[in-house]
């Protein structure tokens, strides 16, 4: 039986406390109705027994040998009658309990662990690294604790929908050609959609991208003149410079065109020395984030929480189907379909992911299916054999049906 296969520690308690029962029967011992207090507790403290065996056989040996290392001295290490190792302090003395006193030893790197620390978080409903710790102490010690806390903090469901950051966003991109490149007017242009704006109607406000999605905006909107307008018929006033009609010859078009083109030239030039060389130096770096945000790297398929004007518990849960790359190769975008099939795009900032990974576990078990699709190969036969009371009952099913 190994800890790894549960998800919490009172499931682990209890196959184990009637595994024990099993036995006992097997011991020709009357056991019957459901599993005692007393019975889980025996199940823990085989457990906590079998795992100091397992990480601190060479203290234990030193202990019984009377021999000192580094960690007994430094937590007082000492083996009660009941064969556990417990840590021995300066508070002997202290108005507190035996266990606080004396609490027991734990691994840090141990999935029984892991599930007593998760146990405690979730009877303490939730509460944070501090307060978790300070009653797991209570009873146990755990080298190292206040990190091991936090590390199984990480993986809360609960803690990380609700308390979790979004995902981290890269750092500014270098501008795009087309910002800092010479080039005419109107060469490169964008829509504004102008939305959307919430607009009232008889039955209630509905957003609004555009005035009118008939009328497409262009440069020549800006350069023509206004229909209704128009220009004016005659000129009432004739002793206005302004209103003489001008007679332009080879020479003073070529005069105005140089003129043109030596105040263009100057423009560019301030252009590059003052303003471009001046945004070289950028002040900001990255985004303004928040403190809490998850050290993960976006991956298709992870599941999120999409950030929006509500109160977080009301937060849409999408799915990242698509990851959009800038000209630096860095994601700073993602494509999320919803439960209703629509996908969104929406930026890393604004997604929250809810599940976490475990970089150390990843890499164990893609070394354990790499062993297991080994010895799979070896076998003549991957299917798993039927016990001799399943074929017996197929045997009866089958006689009773015929």
Sequence with gaps: MKCENFSS???????????????????????????????IEDAKFMWIVHIQRKHFAKEIHDITKNKSSNIIR????????????????????????????????????????????????????????????????????????????????RTCGNCIRYEGGPYKMPLIPPLPKNRVTESSPYTYTGIDYFGPLYVKTVNGSEKVWDIDSNIVLTPSCFL?????????????????PEYKPQFSSTD????????????????????????????????????????????????I?????????LPRGMWKIGK????????????????????SKKTLNRTLNFLYPLEWYDEHCEQTDNVNNVEQNSKCETQTSSTRPQRRAAEQAKQKIHEWTS
């Design 224 to 240: 023509t003149l206004n229909k209704h307008t128009g220009i004016p018929e005659r000129i009432d006033n004739d002793e206005d």
């Design 301 to 309: 398929g992870d599941i999120v929480l999409i950030k929006d004007n």
């Design 320 to 339: 990242i189907i698509n990851l959009s790359k800038s000209s630096d190769e860095q994601c700073r975008s993602a494509k999320v379909l919803l439960p």
């Design 9 to 39: 520690l009172i499931r682990l308690l209890r196959i184990t406390a009637w595994v024990q029962r099993f036995i006992k029967k097997l011991k020709k011992d009357t056991i019957s109705g459901p599993l005692t207090a007393k019975e």
């Design 252 to 299: 003073n078009l070529l005069e105005i065109w140089k003129k043109g083109q030596k105040h263009l030239n100057r423009f560019w030039k301030v252009w590059r020395d003052d303003y471009l060389l001046s945004i070289r130096e950028r002040t900001t770096v990255k985004l303004k984030e928040k403190r809490v945000r998850s050290n993960q790297y976006p991956q």
């Design 74 to 153: 430094q937590l007082g290490l000492t083996i009660d009658n009941n064969g556990l190792i417990r840590c021995v302090g300066r508070i002997e003395h202290a108005d507190i309990s035996e266990n606080a006193k004396r609490p027991i030893l734990l691994p840090k790197k141990e999935a029984f662990t892991k599930l007593l620390i998760y146990s405690y978080h979730r009877n303490l409903l939730h509460v944070g690294v501090a307060q978790t710790l300070s009653q797991i102490r209570q009873k146990y010690w755990i080298p190292q604790g206040r990190s091991t806390v936090r590390h199984v903090l």
